[in-house]
């Protein structure tokens, strides 16, 4: 079973600029999370899908961010325009479908994202 | 302070001894989770510890947790060099399934050959 992908590994952009990072979650997982890890702080959430539609969107930082999740498959977060405070480790997983009660959530690698 | 803080925050030791990360969280939870993450790569989900469980294992490793003090620990056995890496807790709170985690900042982990 393929796990958690994400889209690039790296970016490297200037303040400004418009950035897409990617998440494909594991077949059949409903629920799907992006996390990130800024300036070696902790990992804070962002925010939850289940299938298509925004769970908890709480934690997002403000309105340059946009999350999407067409179809119910992928999903991806778009941060525009970034700022040098972008700058981290953006972490996607997903777990199994609601109704699993132990929310075990299975990540993917990263997008490192660093804004110049 | 923080949801889910561990200590201490770093850890070096020699390979063949144990080491214990500790973890405390404030609020009620539904379980609390240990994750590993190697330096550059993703994190790897290593054992779920369930809000009514006192105690679980797996392999070399050993988790503990006392919803009375609100704290957990692990504990990694016969420590190896490729067990270096940052370790951190998350917290699912026991309001619902599939929520967020809390995470905390993480324990980083040197084991010298």
């Known amino acids: 079973e393929a796990g958690v992908t994400q889209f690039p590994s790296h970016s490297v952009i200037e303040k400004g600029q418009t950035v897409t990072l990617r998440c494909d979650p594991i077949?059949?997982?409903?629920?799907l999370y992006w996390y990130r890890r800024v300036m070696g702080k902790e990992i804070k959430f962002l925010l939850h899908?289940?299938?298509?539609?925004?769970?908890?969107e709480s934690g997002m930082p403000n309105n340059r961010f946009l999350a999407e999740r067409t179809g119910g498959t992928y999903s991806t977060l778009k941060v525009q325009p970034a700022e040098l405070e972008d700058s981290g480790v953006y972490f996607c997983?997903?777990?199994?479908?609601?109704?699993?009660?132990?929310?075990?959530?299975?990540f993917g690698p990263g997008t490192r994202l660093t804004v110049l | 302070s923080q949801q889910g803080e561990e200590d201490p925050q770093a850890l070096s030791i020699q390979e063949g001894e144990n080491a214990t990360m500790n973890c405390s969280y404030k609020?009620?939870?539904?379980?609390l989770q240990w994750y590993r993450q190697n330096s550059g790569r993703g994190l790897v989900h290593l054992i779920l510890?369930?809000?009514?469980?006192r105690e679980k294992h797996s392999g070399r490793l050993r988790v503990t947790l006392d919803t009375s003090k609100k704290s957990s620990s692990l504990l990694i056995t016969a420590s190896r060099a490729a067990d270096t890496a940052s370790y951190f807790c998350?917290?699912?709170?026991?309001?619902?399934?599939?929520?967020?985690?809390?995470f905390g900042s993480g324990t980083q982990l040197t084991v010298l050959p």
């Open positions: 998350a917290t699912a709170d026991r309001s619902g399934s599939a929520r967020q985690l809390t």
């Open positions: 077949s059949g997982h409903d629920n």
């Open positions: 609020t009620s939870i539904n379980n």
């Open positions: 510890i369930r809000s009514n469980e």
């Open positions: 997983a997903s777990s199994h479908p609601t109704g699993s009660s132990y929310n075990e959530q299975f």
């Open positions: 899908f289940v299938k298509e539609s925004k769970q908890d």
